[in-house]
């Protein structure tokens, strides 16, 4: 009885379905946040989110896809090249350097929307990462800037998280000597406020894989 479950097990595998078996891949594209400018090996926050994911039961690969210095356009010209891995689920983290650059939020809005028609367009479920503008730029251009995020999620109907550095920035103790790159302890906060978050990404994307 038991060496006939066994074999009908195995036959069920086989023929599953390709993308249902296996860890859910996750595209974290960005900027040096998610690269982890400054902060030893493993302590980056794809990786963190990781480990997150593994402690909680979740078979999951997070794809560290953050690139030092990239504006929401540098990110949107190699986004086709990190699609080949072809994802379950994407994470969503550009715009910092537009505003620290002073790039026209129009610029940054027609970026990261390319971004997020390209992820829709392969279905694949995407957490936004909000962020929020310095504010010596001007009221007007922090307006323009803080819109951006929360009308792309709607438009797309992506998840949004409001802010990544919420209870982070302008911390000395949670960020490194530059002031604008968390440190391990905040790295670790960051992680903390998006794992919920990324749950919710890993159960869409098994929705998705079981629809397919």
Known sequence: ML???????????????????????ILMLGTSLTQGYGLPPGVEIPALLQAKLKAAGVDSKVINAGVSGDTSTDAASRLDWSLADHPDAAIVEVGSNDALRGIPPAE?????????????????????LGMKAPRNLGSAYVRSFDAIYPRLAKRYGTMLYPFLLEGVV?????????????????????????FPYAKALVRKARVRRTAK
Do not use: W, Y
Request: include cysteine.
């Open 170 to 194: 302008l911390n000395p103790k949670l960020n490194q000597a530059d002031g604008m790159h968390p440190n391990p302890a905040g790295a670790k906060i960051i992680a903390e406020h998006i």
């Open 108 to 128: 940054t809005e027609r970026s990261i929307s390319t971004i997020l028609a390209k992820l829709e367009a392969q279905h694949v479920p995407t957490l936004l």
């Open 3 to 25: 060496t006939r479950h066994f074999l009908a097990l195995l036959f069920l595998l086989a023929f599953a379905p390709p993308g249902t078996c296996g860890p859910v891949k």
